[in-house]
C-alpha cells in the first residue's frame, strides 16, 4: 500500500497527524496546567490577570507544537547530511519523509498520553513524554521502536547499504541522545 502512494501524500499525511497528536497532547493538559499554577498561586490571585495566564500557557504550548515540526525538519536535514556523508544519491526530502515516518511512533505516544491525562482527574499529575528518570527515557519502548523503524525504511526508502544504514542509524541515536539530554537537563533549568 505504501508503494502505491507518492511520498508527498505520505509525508503530509504523517506530518498531519503528528500535527492532530501534538495539538491533542497539547489540549490534555491545559486544564491541568493551569490548575497546577492557580493552586501553586493561591486562591486570592485566581481571578487577577486569568485571560493573560490562559494566554501565556496557550502561547507556550503552541511554542511546543512549533518545535515538534522545527525538530522534524532539523532531523531529517541532518539525516540527510549524514547520508550525503556517506554517499548517498537520494534528495533531502526522502530523509526528511524518513526522519517524519519515525516521529509519527512519538505522535502515537502523545496520542496515549493524551488519553491518559484526559482521564486522570488529578490536576497534579500531568503525565508528559519526558519521564523524571533519565535511564526510563533512554531505554524507552518508543524510542527503541523508532530506532527500528528508521533502519528498516532506511532499506526501503534510501540507496544506502546495511552497514552504511547502520552508521545512518547511528547518527539518529544520537540526536535522539542529544534531546533527551537537552530536555532533561533544560527541564532542571525551567
Same mark, same amino acid.
Given at each position: 500500500?505504501?508503494?502505491? $502512494?507518492?511520498?508527498?501524500?505520505?509525508?503530509?499525511?504523517?506530518?498531519?497527524?503528528?500535527?492532530?497528536?501534538? $495539538?491533542?497532547?497539547? +489540549?490534555?493538559?491545559?486544564?491541568?496546567?493551569?490548575?497546577?499554577?492557580?493552586?501553586?498561586?493561591?486562591?486570592?490571585?485566581?481571578?487577577?490577570?486569568?485571560?493573560?495566564?490562559?494566554?501565556?500557557?496557550?502561547?507556550?504550548?503552541?511554542?511546543?507544537? +512549533?518545535?515538534?515540526?522545527?525538530?522534524?525538519?532539523?532531523?531529517?536535514?541532518?539525516?540527510?547530511?549524514?547520508?550525503?556523508?556517506?554517499?548517498?544519491?537520494?534528495?533531502?526530502?526522502?530523509?526528511?519523509?524518513?526522519? !517524519?515516518?519515525?516521529?509519527?511512533?512519538?505522535?502515537?505516544?502523545?496520542?496515549?498520553?493524551?488519553?491518559?491525562?484526559?482521564? !486522570?482527574?488529578?490536576?497534579?499529575?500531568?503525565?508528559?513524554?519526558?519521564? !523524571?528518570?533519565?535511564?526510563?527515557?533512554?531505554?524507552?519502548?518508543?524510542?527503541?521502536?523508532?530506532?527500528?523503524?528508521?533502519?528498516?525504511?532506511?532499506?526501503?526508502? !534510501?540507496?544506502?547499504?546495511?552497514?552504511?544504514?547502520?552508521?545512518?542509524?547511528?547518527?539518529?541515536?544520537?540526536?535522539?541522545?542529544?534531546?533527551?539530554? $537537552?530536555?532533561? +537537563?533544560?527541564?532542571?533549568?525551567?
Amino acid at each position: 500500500m505504501i508503494g502505491q $502512494l507518492s511520498n508527498k501524500k505520505i509525508f503530509l499525511s504523517s506530518f498531519f497527524i503528528i500535527l492532530i497528536c501534538s $495539538l491533542l497532547f497539547q +489540549f490534555s493538559i491545559s486544564d491541568k496546567v493551569l490548575q497546577s499554577y492557580y493552586s501553586s498561586v493561591g486562591e486570592n490571585t485566581y481571578d487577577i490577570g486569568e485571560k493573560s495566564v490562559r494566554t501565556i500557557v496557550m502561547f507556550l504550548q503552541g511554542f511546543m507544537i +512549533f518545535t515538534t515540526f522545527v525538530e522534524i525538519l532539523i532531523g531529517g536535514f541532518l539525516l540527510f547530511v549524514a547520508a550525503f556523508i556517506l554517499g548517498t544519491k537520494k534528495p533531502k526530502k526522502i530523509y526528511l519523509l524518513l526522519y !517524519t515516518l519515525t516521529s509519527l511512533i512519538s505522535a502515537f505516544k502523545m496520542l496515549i498520553l493524551s488519553v491518559v491525562n484526559y482521564l !486522570t482527574a488529578d490536576s497534579s499529575l500531568i503525565y508528559s513524554a519526558g519521564g !523524571t528518570s533519565l535511564s526510563l527515557q533512554l531505554l524507552e519502548p518508543f524510542l527503541l521502536i523508532s530506532i527500528a523503524a528508521l533502519y528498516a525504511a532506511a532499506g526501503k526508502l !534510501t540507496d544506502l547499504s546495511k552497514g552504511k544504514r547502520i552508521i545512518l542509524t547511528g547518527c539518529f541515536v544520537l540526536l535522539k541522545l542529544f534531546t533527551i539530554f $537537552l530536555n532533561y +537537563f533544560m527541564a532542571d533549568k525551567i
